[in-house]
């Protein structure tokens, strides 16, 4: 029997989902492992350090870490139709930079007005509009990878404000939208997953057993030099002194708290949103009230 390709994906995330349908969409069986982002597997973290979703692992051992890659291996030649290329790149540069911006914008510091950020994509939205009121799908009558690649970014800015959406001149844009959605492809792709935990981990969770030691996951050099700038620039110089509170601002892994989208700005000294509507508090107010509760030294239990 052949061991299928693994699968490390998070439900709502676009480029994960674009993945997962283009699999399905090719027949090809996986396994599914469900990961939380602000509680990454060690597994996933070891082949792929970056910490971010999707990640095909093949039977051979090659990791695709990019959802077109992951898209190209598994689409049939006749998916690769007309300018597909040119409408990813749109969409994974000007259209997903101006959506964030949109839908978060206080991840960023150069955002002023959410909406002119909205009417950015909207002017996207409008090329699309032309575009699909010519044929079906972007590329013809028959669905084809540009379709795929799209759709779920242009759900999410949907669904940032479902009524302005609905309520604009895109009838084509809004039916090509609803088609896909309602699709087998598209639901199929959606059932709800409970975490994936490895064999190990449940072992370690129901059994008791001597304590281990455990490797880190390797950290991205780029997020270790963030958080040392932040206490460098951001904590020290404004009072934080407790070795404490240093030592744990210097090694806890904020961005890991966070959207992979965020972790450019993990580190900056503003608040940010997490799941569920919530936000993270900015790294001095954490430092601040960390260093008036009076923790005990680095090391006492």
Do not use: C, N, S
């Given at each position: 029997m052949t061991t299928p390709p693994i699968l490390?994906?998070?439900r709502r995330c676009p480029y994960a989902i674009r993945a997962r349908m283009a699999l399905k969409?090719?027949?090809i069986e996986y396994e599914h492992r469900e990961v939380i982002l602000r509680d990454r597997p060690p597994e996933m973290m070891a082949i792929s350090p970056k910490g971010t979703v999707p990640v095909l692992q093949l039977p051979n051992g090659e990791v695709l870490e990019e959802s077109m890659d992951?898209?190209?291996w598994c689409s049939p030649g006749e998916w690769l139709e007309g300018d597909w290329q040119e409408l990813v790149e749109v969409n994974d540069g000007k259209f997903k930079d101006n959506l964030d911006r949109y839908k978060y914008p206080n991840r960023f510091d150069d955002v002023e007005n959410p909406e002119a950020h909205r009417d950015e994509v909207l002017e996207i939205l409008n090329r699309y509009e032309q575009r699909l009121g010519e044929s079906r799908y972007f590329c013809g009558d028959e669905l084809s990878l540009a379709d795929v690649a799209l759709a779920p970014f242009v759900r999410q800015f949907a669904n940032t404000d479902r009524?302005?959406?609905?309520?604009?001149a895109l009838p084509n844009v809004q039916h090509w939208l609803e088609g896909i959605l309602a699709s087998e492809l598209f639901t199929g792709c959606m059932v709800k997953h409970e975490k994936w935990q490895s064999l190990t981990t449940l072992s370690e969770t129901t059994t008791p057993t001597e304590p281990t030691t455990h490797a880190e996951p390797?950290?991205?050099p780029e997020m270790t030099?963030?958080?040392?700038?932040m206490v460098d620039q951001q904590l020290i110089p404004r009072g934080i002194s407790d070795p404490g509170v240093i030592h744990a601002m210097s090694t806890?892994?904020?961005?890991?708290?966070?959207?992979?989208?965020?972790?450019?700005?993990a580190y900056r000294d503003h608040p940010l949103a997490i799941e569920s509507g919530q936000t993270i508090s900015q790294p001095f107010i954490v430092a601040m009230m960390s260093e008036l509760l009076a923790p005990l030294p680095v090391g006492a239990r």
């Open positions: 490390y994906t998070f969409h090719a027949g992951i898209m190209l009524a302005w959406f609905d309520g604009q390797t950290e991205a030099k963030a958080r040392q700038e806890t892994p904020r961005h890991l708290f966070l959207t992979p989208e965020a972790w450019p700005v």
